[in-house]
């Protein structure tokens, strides 16, 4: 008898994860995940940099980076002083090395 009702909560717990998965399933997902990669190394050697808070930024994908100690960081917000200079760095020359 015992055994029979460790079946047979196994057997209910068993039928609720699944139709608790399927339920779950069948919602469409809206998280949106959002990558931002840093500029690459080719992209930071052959394009001088703005200057702002004593380090050099870049603007690069619609986005102004910077590096620190522990690597790659973006501006959430857009500084005054970047947003001015913004329309000189999407024109600006890039160095250009040749062999």
């Known amino acids: 008898m015992n055994r029979a009702k460790m079946l047979s909560r196994a057997l209910l717990l068993t039928l609720l994860v699944g139709s608790g998965a399927v339920v779950c399933a069948s919602h469409e997902a809206r998280a949106q ?57 999407e024109h600006r020359e890039r160095y250009r090395y040749h062999r």
């Open 33 to 89: 995940v959002r990558i931002y990669l840093p500029p690459p190394p080719v992209f930071v050697a052959t394009t001088s940099p703005e200057y702002y808070e004593g380090r050099p930024v870049y603007y690069h994908h619609d986005r102004w980076y910077y590096r620190d100690r522990r690597g790659w960081n973006y501006y959430r917000t857009e500084p005054w002083y970047l947003h001015e200079r913004r329309e000189r760095w």
